[in-house]
């Protein structure tokens, strides 16, 4: 088992080092960064309709869920194509309005989530387009769907979903801007600039990981709270949502992800000092909203743990601990900003002595309702 875990001690400790690894294998032969073009071969003969469809619906559970919500600001933003994101578990048993120009985007790494699949056959005989993103080829999912687009993120084992999450994200990334090549939203020149980047997140996940000396001390700080914020705007509010799920799925810590600016609404009440929030604090349009958030919360003396842009001087001022991550667009922040919220509920589990690759009650995919 050791050898399968590549040295690593755990699966997902080796998943979420094989993340540069597993964007690169994702976006190979589909991103052609001189040209400002993005090649999709499993969605291909559907290339014109997305020149006049009306609406895309996201369905998903869990942490692919989160990946549709980074899919909905992306698609949105460079598209243009006004987007919904429902758990499918909700979507499949209301009377949802459907019509043929439609696209539903099924998301599921194991491709075999039951809510998921019920969601595709229903709205399959309502006469939508169904896509696929999921990273077991041949599973039910992508039998189920007309087009679809695998993550190729390898086998997951760990049942905490890491590589394959940022994976999806890659996809949706990749999604979107096909579909602004398709309807013209997005300049050649803009995607030469957008793609290039892109090119070169794999090594900016690199850099991302070898945070992981600071990333232990705070998870010292703070593993034995009974609670845990993580804030975050705009495409940094799904990151916030899939932060709290990793630190809740296996360290049993309770956990929530909220918008930043709803925390005034409610989780405002909670703090103290022995709260920790972790905000999405990167150098943003959200950035100056997101510091008059953090000295909210410092001011009722909560632990604030911010992810930052390298080079930050604000944040530094305020926050207990800033991890950084490299400089990037907007658009690739969610992939880079995951990276340390992975390693820190990682370290925070294996410090509570927690079955890491294998929580409590949890199952890597879910077959029955
Ligand atoms: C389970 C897993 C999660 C996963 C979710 C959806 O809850 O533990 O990691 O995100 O199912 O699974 P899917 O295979 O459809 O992405």
């Known amino acids: 088992e050791m050898l399968e875990k590549g040295g690593y001690e755990h699966f997902m400790l080796k998943e ?10 994702c976006m190979r032969g589909r991103i052609y960064p001189q040209e400002g073009k993005v090649q999709l071969g499993g969605i291909k003969e559907f290339a014109d309709k997305l020149k006049n469809i009306d609406r895309i619906i996201i369905v998903a559970c ?9 899919g909905e600001y992306l698609i949105e933003e460079y598209a243009r194509i006004p987007v919904e994101v429902e758990y499918a578990s909700e979507f499949r048993y209301r009377n949802p309005i459907i019509t043929e120009k439609d696209v539903v985007i099924a998301i599921s790494q194991s491709g075999e989530t039951a809510d998921t699949m019920a969601a595709i056959e229903m709205a399959k005989e309502k006469g939508a387009t169904i896509f696929g993103i999921c990273n077991v080829a041949g599973a039910s999912i992508p039998r189920l769907t007309h087009a679809g687009v695998y993550t190729h ?14 994976a999806q994200v890659t996809v949706l990334t990749l999604m ?4 602004a090549q398709q309807r013209g939203t997005l300049t050649t ?15 900016k996940i690199q850099i991302a990981l070898e945070s992981d000396d600071i990333i232990k001390k ?31 799925e296996i360290s049993y810590i309770h956990a929530e992800g909220y918008p930043a ?4 609404h409610g989780p405002i009440a909670l703090i103290d000092e022995e709260m920790p929030v972790v905000f999405i604090a990167t150098q943003n349009s959200s950035y100056e909203k997101v510091i008059s958030n953090i000295q909210e919360v410092k001011a009722r003396k909560g632990i604030v743990i911010a992810i930052v842009t390298q080079g930050d001087i604000e944040v530094k001022k305020m926050a207990d601990y800033c991890i950084e991550i490299p400089d990037a667009d907007e658009a690739f922040l969610p992939l880079l900003a995951t990276i340390p919220l992975q390693l820190l509920s990682y370290h925070i589990a294996v410090m509570r002595g927690c ?8 199952a890597k995919s879910v077959t029955v309702e």
């Open 218 to 248: 705070v998870a010292e700080k703070i593993k034995d709270s009974k609670n845990c914020l993580f804030l975050g705007r705009g495409s940094g509010f799904p990151v916030a949502l899939e932060g709290a799920l990793k630190l809740k």
């Open 153 to 166: 993120a390898g086998p997951e084992i760990g049942v905490a979903s890491t590589k394959a999450f940022t």
């Open 62 to 70: 869990g942490t692919s869920w989160h990946a549709g919500l980074v």
């Open 261 to 264: 600016a709803e925390m005034k």
């Open 16 to 25: 979420i080092y094989e993340q540069p690894r597993s964007i690169k294998d």
């Open 176 to 179: 979107a801007f096909y579909m």
């Open 189 to 203: 020149s803009k995607l030469i600039e957008l793609l290039t980047e892109l090119d070169h997140i794999p090594e």
């Open 355 to 362: 079955n890491v690759d294998q929580p409590r009650n949890l």
